[in-house]
């Protein structure tokens, strides 16, 4: 089965923190994807990673950043949290092509306050 | 441009009814794909089901059924006697050459 983790399921913070969301994958897939998630508005992309210190930024990287050093991690990083990114989180992972199912972790709700 | 719609945001059954949960979407790619994925108030995205836009066969998996009709750009989900557990948001989802585009999510509420 697919395994993807995400470092926390909670998190709260303050204004102005630095945040790093952490997301590891253990099906040796090319593709790893950072979305968030609002009542509302459905799962938007922020950021996808096809390769190794590869990136691109996807509808909303606004505020975000991510680093891929090894293929099975992905991690997105709040630079100076802000309260509208208080959001729930989700982390997926696919194998090479866009169209390949995504499979995702569990999601990280967080609260900046 | 990609575009999925579930225009139903929130349905409530009783248990044992059968629900069908919508889903309209919008291509200019010959080869794409449609997804179906579960999301329980754990929070956690599951797969139910991803189908090629050739092959436009329903498809039953136990008290699911998915019905794909290129004519209209729809691929409805059906589930039969509806179970509590089956409480949860479901998105739609459709991918082609650009990236995966998902709906807005539909909350489903059965009650006992």
């Known amino acids: 089965d697919v395994k993807v983790t995400q470092s926390s399921r909670y998190l709260v913070k303050r204004t102005g923190e630095k945040v790093f969301l952490e997301c590891v994958q253990d099906?040796?897939?090319?593709?790893m994807f950072w979305y968030r998630q609002d009542p509302g508005l459905g799962l938007r992309l922020i950021y996808f990673?096809?390769?190794?210190?590869?990136?691109e930024k996807g509808d909303i990287p606004e505020g975000y950043s991510v680093s891929r050093e090894k293929k099975e991690r992905f991690s997105l990083i709040l630079e100076s949290a802000s309260t509208n990114q208080t959001s729930m989180y989700l982390c997926?992972?696919?194998?090479?092509?866009?169209?390949?199912?995504?499979?995702f972790g569990p999601g990280t709700r967080l609260l900046v306050l | 441009a990609q575009k999925v719609t579930q225009a139903q945001t929130e349905i409530s059954v009783v248990e044992k009814e059968d629900v069908t949960l919508d889903c309209v979407y919008e291509?200019?790619?010959?080869?794409?794909?449609l997804f179906w994925y579960k999301q329980p108030p754990s929070g956690e995205l599951v797969f139910l089901i991803r189908?090629?836009?050739?092959?436009?066969q329903n498809e039953i998996s136990g008290r699911y059924s998915w019905n794909f009709q290129k004519s209209t750009s729809s691929f409805n989900f059906t589930i039969t006697a509806s179970q509590v557990v089956d409480s949860a948001v479901y998105f739609c989802?459709?991918?082609?050459?650009?990236?995966?585009?998902f709906g807005k999510g539909m909350k489903l509420t059965v009650n006992p």
């Open positions: 997926a992972s696919s194998s090479v092509g866009g169209t390949e199912t995504q499979y």
């Open positions: 099906m040796d897939h090319e593709n």
């Open positions: 990673s096809y390769d190794v210190k590869m990136k």
């Open positions: 291509t200019r790619d010959t080869t794409y794909y």
């Open positions: 189908r090629n836009s050739f092959d436009e």
């Open positions: 989802a459709q991918g082609g050459s650009e990236k995966l585009v």
